[in-house]
């Protein structure tokens, strides 16, 4: 498997706000999941194990490190074929936003708070 630059600067960053949470011995961690890393286009059909990965990692490591994970489910990321599509303004967002919030608590549970 081919490891892009972006996933690598992205898994540095990780390492790295790992260990400065851990340095300054924080007890919650705040972080957004993107919707985009989990359904690329916004839909189920879209699905990246790979993204989904990348959260429970952090997440376990986290919770290994007696550090309180916070996920936000939004933060200004929507993914762009819903955008063209009308974005929030079109009814079906719904729908799919309800895949995307059962298939994050479908894969990780009881893992963040």
């Known amino acids: 498997m081919k490891v892009s630059t972006f996933l690598i600067k992205k898994y540095l960053q990780y ?28 839909t ?6 790979d993204g989904m990965e990348y959260y429970k990692n952090l997440t376990a490591e986290l919770k290994a490190n007696n550090i309180t994970p916070m996920a936000t489910l939004y933060h200004w990321d929507l993914p ?3 955008e063209d599509n009308g974005g929030w303004l ?3 967002i719904v729908e799919k936003f ?7 608590f ?3 549970g009881d893992s963040v708070s």
């Open 15 to 42: 390492i790295l706000t790992y260990i400065s949470n851990t340095f300054l011995q924080v007890s919650h961690y705040r972080f957004s999941i993107s919707w985009t890393r989990i359904f690329p286009d916004g």
């Open 44 to 49: 189920n059909a879209s699905y990246n194990s």
């Open 80 to 82: 762009q074929m819903l």
């Open 90 to 92: 079109n009814d079906s």
């Open 98 to 104: 309800n895949d995307y919030a059962d298939k994050v």
């Open 106 to 108: 479908e894969q990780l």
